[in-house]
C-alpha cells in the first residue's frame, strides 16, 4: 500500500521543468509575462503565453 502516495512521476514533460505555468491562469501567466518585462502581445492561447515565459 506504500505504492498508493504516487511518487508524482506521471507528470507531463512540460512540468517536469518544476515552473509548475501549466497549473496557472491565463490571466495569471499575462501578469508574470509582465512582471518579467515581456511583450506577450502576440500569444493568442495559454500554450503561447507558456511557451514565450519558457523561452525568455
Known amino acids: 500500500m506504500a505504492d498508493e ?3 508524482g512521476s ?3 514533460r512540460e512540468a517536469e521543468q518544476g515552473d509548475d ?3 496557472k491562469t491565463k490571466p495569471e501567466l499575462e501578469a508574470l509575462a509582465k512582471e518579467r518585462g515581456l ?3 502576440a500569444a493568442k492561447t ?3 503565453l507558456i511557451e514565450a515565459l519558457r523561452k525568455a
Open 21 to 23: 505555468l501549466d497549473a
Open 46 to 48: 495559454k500554450a503561447d
Open 5 to 7: 502516495a504516487g511518487s
Open 39 to 41: 511583450d506577450v502581445s
Open 10 to 12: 506521471e507528470k507531463p
